[in-house]
Each structure stands twice: as structure tokens, then as C-alpha cells.
């Protein structure tokens, strides 16, 4: 059988899997996505905020980028593994997302004006908190 081409590789692997889930592969294939694109964009634009000149006005953005970064490609890692998963860690990991993701684009919003680099991290940042919010309802 060949794979739907609207679907994510993320979603075919998820739908490839024969444990049961209380969540909806859909939507968590989607949270696993936006946390990936915002690892890149959190790590790109820390690397980008080193480069600006007055590096000391970046100091905040780069730490929530970090953070935003790590704690993304964690919940990205273990909502790709649903067998046996603990759904309360899961929950607790989700929510955390959303709380760094949302810290992250409030930062890069306040640098958005003057740097690109922000502007696209606090777009990406709102999606996977969009999207991990919405993984979070269906608990």
C-alpha cells in the first residue's frame, strides 16, 4: 500500500504502530511536527541573536530559546514513542511545552520589529503551542 502523500512521515510511523492510544494520531503527529520545526527555529535563532551587536539586549531571548528548544525535542521524542507511554508524564511534558513555548514567542515577539530570526521563532512557537494545546484538551 502506498502511503497518502498529504500525510507526514511523522503520522504514517504513528499509524504504522499497533498500540492503543487515547489520543488522536492526527493530532499528535502534529504536535511531534511543530516541536521539531520549533527546535529548528529556537536553535537557529539563538544562534542568530549571538550574531546581533548588542548581544546583552538578546541575553533573555537566547535563554528562552534554549529552553524552548530542549524541552520541544523532548516532548517531540516521547510522543513518538506511544507504546507503554504514561500518559500523566506526557500531560505534565506537554504543558511545560506550552509554558516555554509561549515564553519563547512573548520574547521573540518583543525583538520581532528589528529581527527576522525572531519573528519567525515566535511564529513557530505559537504553532506548536497551538498545537500541543490542542494534544492537551483531548486528555
Known sequence: ???DPGMSDTREMLESISAPTTWDVAAVAAAI???LSCVQSC???ENACLAEEDIDAMRDCIAFDQTCADICATVARSLS???QA???FL???LEACVRACSNCAEE???HAEHHRHCAI???SCRACLKACAALLEQA
Open 1 to 3: 500500500m502506498s502511503p
Open 33 to 35: 511536527d511543530a516541536c
Open 43 to 45: 536553535t537557529s535563532c
Open 81 to 83: 514513542r506511544p507504546v
Open 86 to 88: 504514561d500518559a500523566g
Open 91 to 93: 500531560h505534565s511534558l
Open 108 to 110: 521573540c515577539a518583543r
Open 121 to 123: 521563532c515566535a511564529e
